[in-house]
């Protein structure tokens, strides 16, 4: 059974989304090790420190990097385009006098 360009096209979009959000949670990491470090550099971290810092760093970075991915998804699947062609301009008629024009 053949795939059509749209599956495929959307299959790689996603392999691409969850790629992103993989990078995002070492990223997240990475930054929660890197913001503990810099608070220990001016005093001895407590735990509600640690664990305030650690769950806002990564959630903003999470948060962030997913939106932007969520994007990417949506661009790179061909939603994009659908959803565009439903704007286009369409001829209308008017009633009064028969005439096409077009409606941005």
Do not use: C, K
């Not at 790629?19 to 890197?34: D, E, P, S, T």
């Not at 659908?82 to 077009?102: K, L």
């Amino acid at each position: 059974m053949a795939i059509s360009t749209d599956e495929a096209r959307t299959r790689r979009a996603r392999a691409g989304f969850w790629r992103l959000i993989v990078y995002l949670g070492i990223a997240g990491v990475a930054m929660v090790a890197a913001a503990l470090y810099y608070l220990s550099l001016y005093g001895p971290l407590t735990p509600t420190m640690v664990l305030t810092t650690s769950v806002g760093v990564f959630i903003s970075i999470l948060l962030g990097g997913g939106l932007m991915a969520a994007g990417f998804l949506s661009s790179n699947s061909g939603h994009d385009e659908r959803v565009a062609g439903a704007t286009s301009a369409q001829p209308v008629v008017d009633e009064h006098t028969n005439d096409e024009r077009n409606i941005a």
